[in-house]
């Protein structure tokens, strides 16, 4: 099922193929519902988006509108993000999936305990339903989730593999809630597939099947602080309890976790600020985006002067910052061997000006309109990370990743042109 | 001889009055030679300076080109520059005079050991003329060059402040070969004059009379070590009497010149480099130019974002330097409870590339064309300080001087023109 052509059609439809959004389908023939237009040619799909849903119902374009679709190669692109339990994935997930503009929820009608997020453009899954032991089984093994023993990457390979080429699976679940396997969900091919959990990138072959990938990367001093603040302050946990989850966790993790930030296109590491000396609360973070060089249809960002080393405190004249205030930082390094380009933010917003101020400094973005970052920011201002670079990078993140799947769908939309005028 | 009115004019002649310089004047009438256009009405100029010289010569344009000139209330600007002996103020001020385009020599036909330097728009007064002891009463006295009771802030006053005017006046002439006071020379009013020296922010009368001002701030140990090199290795003298000279000299030095800097419109420090540790050879130099804010027509130069804090290492990706490379630093600060702007660099240039990159990514540069300070950097590339920041910042301040004047200029005729529609 991956590229179907649609042949013609005469109704009010109106196809926003960049928000992923169908208005009505009730006269369109042979398109691909569950997979919101997957494969179609967007080049195509474009020239209908032009008139607005408003246009067309209250002029009767819709009438004349006649869309002729034609096979394009359009394959899922698939991105990897890989970090701890606890990390702030789903947070992340909610701002990517609000840069393609849909909101994101579970399977209609499915398992209620279901890890899968859906959007019109985006699904994520998690890896725990790739977990080849449940809880009972990693007890009696003795093995923890991190152990590559306890999770099966044939069938991640296999079915992240299937859903690249257009074909649907039937995809395990894992219940966070019962630790039990449930039966599995019927995956579609969406236009992004985002697989995300302990390791995406720890099997080659699932590496392979990426076109981008992330590592969210909490230092242990920021770690602790969020357990001590969630399971000590929330839940009632003691310190000592709390220090030997960690340390329990930690081999496992430094074995199986942390190597893969070496494959990462883009790792976002999260450390105590550098502006309050000796600061272990974990409040105010020193976020650091690190970007890998030479990544096709991805160009890194960088502050002021592409290629230089800088070091930037926006607060003075024009903006003043609250104590400790906000310093940035943009220079390449290297990072396990491959030239990258580092964007550091250490502080937080007091408020909105901060935010429009820094994103007007900032390059290489990605974004479609002046502020986008910030409209976006504002939009989850609820969510956790909104005021620090957490936020803003994930933010960021989402609209390098909307940058990357455009490029690669016009790229195959090129050479699907290429091959149609060859044939 | 202040402000002279050129009634008509139809020659072949062009004026370009940025420039400073005369192509021809034969048949001009009505203007003053010496004092290069002093006074004119600089916006009637322009018009004709429009036509460029190959133009008007080949088109024979000259013959209908009438100069209407009216007088104007253009006073002389004045400039002060304060340092010590030693400290660069002759390369300072050639490298100003070439900003406006003419080159500087001693009056013609006078005193050989005049202080004096004069281009097309430029008289640089030497403050030593204003000595009143000569080095032999100074002797008798014991008193320092550096001592007020040494120097004539009376006379001082008077000259400027006629000069300022529009008159000429018989200024003292101070001999440093024979350390005696010679004949005085005539000094008519310039375009921009420069009084430079140990004091011309020392006398509130004198300061008063400054369009702008600027202090040449060499710290002791870059003082020290330029001293060891151009009087022990050049002249033999014992590393003993160097510091004794130098110890000598100290406390007249922190009373009477030292506090200029408060009074300065723009402080160029010279200290040691920061990127070698413990340097102190002198050769690698932090150059840091202290602007403050607010001075009339002249606005400070910054780096990236104006009234941020930015610290920038040029050298990565576009441009590579060699050891131990450039850092710039750009950011707001107070100095002697007065806001500041400050831009530092700290290092030197390998080469053009370097400063044309540097050059690009300055602002309020008060350049007339991309790449001004590169071809003026370039085309005195053998003046001291070339390769760093004093002859970087020497060659801005000459530009913002330039700009200083032309605004002063365009403000009066701006006036003169109100008054005359008014009359």
Redesign the interface.
Known sequence: MAAMACTSAASKTVFTPRLGSVKSVKSVRSVQLTSAFHGQSVARVSQVARFKSADVVSKGAGRRAVVVCKAADGKTVVIGLAADSGCGKSTFMRRLTSVFGGAASPPKGGNPDSNTLISDTTTVICLDDYHSLDRYGRKEAAVTALDPRANNFDLMYEQVKALKEGKSVEKPIYNHVTGLLDAPETIHPPKILVIEGLHPMYDERVRELLDFSIYLDISDDVKFAWKIQRDMAERGHSLESIKASIAARKPDFDAFIDPQKQYADVVIQVLPTQLIPDDNEGKVLRVRMVMKEGVPFFEPVYL????????????????TCSYPGIKFFY??DTYYGNEVSVLEMDGQFDKLDELIYVES?LSNISTKFYGEITQQMLKHADFPGSNNGTGLFQTICGLKIRGVYERILANQNNAATLESAKA
């Open positions: 002021f002067d592409e290629g230089s080393t800088i070091s930037w405190i926006p607060c003075g004249r024009k903006l220079g390449p400094h």
